[in-house]
């Protein structure tokens, strides 16, 4: 996993089969020691739902597993508010059409200013209609190196949606 020569910044999406998964960044451009949000990006299929981090009475919520971190740092996803699923008895909680899960990503110190750097994670959830199937993927996620941050627009805008569905810690007591 070290720079990439021939790769194109940016990330793939991958088709799981009831949601096709993805990688977004606010950059297209890092520079080391820089910090910026990344997310995860499920685009799901009608009808089929995936969970919340507290997934209720059944359901597992997505995860990621950086496989080659080299030097960078992940933060934990930050969940936005989920739909309540209420399924024979049981009350679930998650989402449908669209899942972005926004995380921390801090670029280690000593990266060089030029390249391309490549980092590859396998992400995991549990998806249902009337039944629940495990899927999976691996993400690739490469990333330019440069002088100064690059912003990525389209990136941006997608994080910033989920940022604004993200609910806030409650202040007083409850």
């Keep these: 996993g070290a720079l990439v020569r021939d790769a194109h910044a940016g990330a793939p999406p991958v088709d799981a089969g009831y949601a096709v998964a993805e990688i977004v960044t606010e950059r ?13 990006r499920l685009t799901i299929d009608p009808n089929w739902h995936v969970y919340w981090i507290n997934a209720g009475d059944s359901g597992l919520a997505p995860e990621i597993r950086w496989v080659d971190q080299q030097g960078f740092e992940f933060g ?36 060089p200013t030029d390249g391309l750097v490549r980092l590859t994670a396998n992400a995991g959830w549990l998806i249902c209609e009337d039944i629940c199937i495990p899927e999976e993927a691996e993400l690739f996620l490469t990333l330019e190196l440069g002088e100064s941050p690059v912003e990525d627009a389209a990136g941006m805008d997608v994080i910033a949606r989920a940022l604004s569905q993200i609910p806030v810690e409650l202040a007083g007591t409850a």
């Design 76 to 111: 934990a996803f930050r969940f936005p508010a989920p739909y309540e699923m209420p399924l024979e008895g049981l009350m679930n909680y998650g989402y449908k059409d669209e899942l972005i899960l926004p995380f921390e990503i801090r670029v280690p110190a000593d990266l």
């Design 28 to 40: 297209q451009v890092i520079v080391p020691g820089d910090v910026f949000l990344g997310a995860l």
